[in-house]
Nanobody
C-alpha cells in the first residue's frame, strides 16, 4: 500500500513558476514509477509527466514539454513537478500517481495509487 500526498499548488500569474511535491509513504517507493496527471474543470484527467523508478527515464505530454520537469528523490520518498512558464490553460487539479507498469505510463490505468490532488490556478 502506498499513500500519496501532494503539495505546492496555488495561484500564480502567467509566466510564473510553481513546484509541486508528492510525498509517498512506505518503504517500497523506489520500486514504483511515478506520474503526474491533471484535470481541469469539465475535462477528463490528462497525463502530464512520468518518471521511472530510478529517475533515469522521463516522459512528457507535448503540451508541457520544455516547460515542466519531473524528478524524484528516492531517499526522501518524494517526486516533484517543476512547472515554469505557466499558462492559464495549465489551470487544473494536479494529481500524482504510483504504478509498477512498464513503458511510458501515460495512461491512468497504468497506476495503482493516487493522491488527493492539489489545485494550480494560473491567472492571465
Amino acid at each position: 500500500q502506498v499513500q500519496l500526498v501532494e503539495s505546492g499548488g496555488g495561484l500564480v500569474q502567467a509566466g510564473g513558476s510553481l513546484r509541486l511535491s508528492c510525498a509517498a509513504s512506505g518503504r517500497t517507493f523506489r520500486s514504483y514509477a511515478m506520474g503526474w496527471f491533471r484535470q481541469a474543470a469539465g475535462n477528463e484527467r490528462e497525463f502530464v509527466a512520468s518518471i521511472n523508478w530510478s529517475g533515469g527515464s522521463t516522459y512528457y505530454a507535448d503540451s508541457v514539454k520544455g516547460r515542466f520537469t519531473i524528478s524524484r528523490n528516492n531517499a526522501k520518498n518524494t517526486v516533484y513537478l517543476q512547472m515554469n512558464s505557466l499558462k492559464p490553460e495549465d489551470t487544473a487539479v494536479y494529481y500524482c500517481a504510483a504504478g509498477q507498469s512498464l513503458g511510458k505510463l501515460q495512461y491512468a490505468r497504468d497506476y495503482d495509487y493516487w493522491g488527493q490532488g492539489t489545485q494550480v490556478t494560473v491567472s492571465s
